[in-house]
Each structure stands twice: as C-alpha cells, then as structure tokens.
C-alpha cells in the first residue's frame, strides 16, 4: 500500500438511511487490469459480508458492512461489464473526492482535465460540503 487518506465520514449516498457512513481512499501499486481489480475488491466484500448486498430487489441502494470501488487506475478509461474507471460518480460525491484530493493530488482525470481538488471545489460550489 503507497497511501491510505484519512476517514471521512458521510450520509448515505442515493437513499436514505439512519447511518453515518466511514470512508477511506486507498492507493497501491498493481499490474492487475480494472476488470481483475474489481473481482478482487468483489470478493473481499463477499467474504466481510457473505449475505451482503449493495441494492434490494426493486435495484434501490441499501446499507451494507462494507463497500469496496475502484475510482482510478492511473490514466486508464475503461468501460466494461465489470469495470468502469474513471468511476462514473465520482465527481458527484464529496466522501471519494476528499480522501482522493488527499492521497492522489496529481492526479487528473484523463477526460475532464481535473483533479480531485478542482472537481470537489467545483461540486461545493453547487451544494454545501462537509456536513454529515
């Protein structure tokens, strides 16, 4: 592991819950592509949490013990049925964008020319952040 950001905590994001949730961004070295990283983070949710599942029946986000994504990977765009790096929601969720802004601040997203730090500024600006 290069970095771990510190926690940010944060509402649920896309539904509602009673839940304060704990976010932390992990950067490390890999030779392994989107698609064999994403398995991997699949299975460590599966073995943390064997019954857990991110959506209900009706495809509604619900709580779950843990939550693994990928956010980047260098300057790779990939879209597949398994990965999509950058992460598609990034820019729109401040609890990735901090702990990103934190540990990877050189780095810019390969379509939109920004990085974390501009993109949370801009997201602030459009709704308040850093309240839980």
Not at 114 to 129: G, I, S
Request: aromatic share 4%; with cysteine.
């Amino acid at each position: 592991m290069e970095r771990v950001s510190s926690p940010v905590e944060s509402a649920a994001w896309g539904y509602e819950s009673d839940n304060v949730f704990l976010n932390v961004g992990v950067n490390v070295n890999t030779d392994l592509v989107a698609d064999e990283i994403v398995g991997r983070l699949k299975r460590i949710e599966r073995e943390i949490d064997p019954a857990g599942t991110h959506r209900d029946s009706d495809g509604n986000y619900v709580d779950r013990m843990i939550d693994l994504d990928l956010i980047c990977l260098d300057n790779v765009v990939s879209s597949s049925e398994i990965a999509q790096v950058p992460h598609p929601h990034m820019q729109a969720r401040e609890f990735v964008l901090r702990p990103m802004a934190e540990i990877l601040p050189d780095w810019v997203h390969p379509a939109s020319g920004k990085n974390a730090a501009k993109m949370l500024a801009e997201l602030c600006n459009k709704k308040p952040c850093g309240a839980v």
